[in-house]
């Protein structure tokens, strides 16, 4: 049980990013495990509950470096549960009427032995998987010597609308990594990428759907 703070940002350079990056001297995460691809499903009840209470229910399954995307029993694969609150963003220093500048959300999440079983729970209580999104996660810590960004999570996502940076962690960590980066305040993102995918299909003329690759990259 905890607290998630965090803000995307949209990148249109990565070879600047990456470059921002070994000038921080970021370093992958978890292991040394370069890139993982997230399966995503997320439940609600046919009258959309969770929606309109805005919450997040949510079963993820992360597959490392390419191996089988779908579901077989692969002992490489993690599969997670995450029930998500509704946004509470902190309020940057400049005053109220500027909003939210990050966005905060209860963040509850446990692993799970078997996402097909859980699955299969959530149905039998009325529940259905009312979208799915897809994306590749490569996540970054900075070195220890940098104390201002211990707990600091930097998460570059490809998925099927872009290339965005996720930074996770204390809201001071998050506006200085930022800056690092090369983005300021204006460029912070507090929407999800449900909402994101929403828009863009609306700028597409398309009805909004599933977030997902139409070719497995």
Known sequence: MGREVEIKLQVKDVTRLRAALKRMGARLASGGTRRVHEWNAVYDT??????GRQQLLRIRIETPDGAPLKRPK????RALLTFKGPDGGVRGRLGKSRGPRHKVREEIELRVESAEALAQIFERLGMRAAIHYEKYRT??????SQRWAKRLLIEL???P???FVELEGPPGAIDRAAAALGFSKKDYILKNY?????????RRGVAPGDMVFTKRK
């Open 46 to 51: 046919a009258e959309e509950t969770l929606r």
């Open 74 to 77: 692969n002992a490489a694969q």
């Open 139 to 144: 996540t970054f810590r900075l070195p220890e």
């Open 157 to 159: 996502d490809e998925t």
């Open 161 to 163: 609308i872009g290339i």
């Open 194 to 202: 449900l909402r994101l995918n929403a828009e863009e299909c609306r």
